[in-house]
């Protein structure tokens, strides 16, 4: 499959675990099912997607469906997991200790992955909307999309309201 090998290098290459030092393939490959099951729950798609969280399957394979929207929304929404966990590892370590003129502080590093998992977060909100936006009806309508003129049934009450009308006769 080809998403085990893509989405795993995607996903590495924007947490910054280029030299695979921090995680294997295989909990990457866990970690954007997870993130695979909860975009697949978060927003409509033109395929049909079974992920198994367990067998650690995602069909169709959406690099081979040339599928970019749920790639991305995949990738980002794994890395505000996988970023998620990392700050609450550190946060436990955020410890500063001065001994006379000898200091050790640890909360900045717990600080700088806060900065990080609320961005890929934000992010990922930011683009799960734009994408609802675009492409939540399905027919490439913006989700939403209202024609209101002048003679429209909607904007009588606006015009009205302008004049000094309300819904019973004038002010």
């Known amino acids: 499959m080809a998403w085990t090998t893509d989405l795993v290098l995607m996903l590495r290459t924007l947490i910054g675990d280029l030299d695979s030092t921090k995680y294997t393939d295989t909990r990457l490959q866990q970690v954007l099912a997870i993130g695979a099951y909860n975009v697949n729950n978060d927003a409509p798609f033109n395929n049909n997607y079974t992920i198994d969280v367990n067998a650690l399957t995602i069909s169709p394979d959406p690099i081979t469906q040339n599928d970019t929207d749920f790639n ?35 909360r900045g590093v717990s600080q700088s992955l806060g900065v990080m998992y609320k961005d890929f977060c934000e992010k990922y909100d930011e683009l799960l909307r734009k994408y609802n936006y675009e492409k939540g009806s399905g027919d490439g309508t913006p989700a939403g999309v209202a024609i209101l003129g002048p003679y429209s049934p909607a904007s009588w009450g606006v015009s009205y309201n302008n004049r000094g009308y309300n819904a019973g006769g004038y002010y």
Do not use: R, W
Not at 72 to 91: P, R
């Open 72 to 106: 991305v929304l995949t990738i980002y929404k794994s890395a505000c997991i996988l970023l998620g966990s990392e700050v609450k590892t550190e946060s436990n370590n955020a410890i500063s200790i001065k001994d006379g003129p000898s200091s050790i502080d640890l």
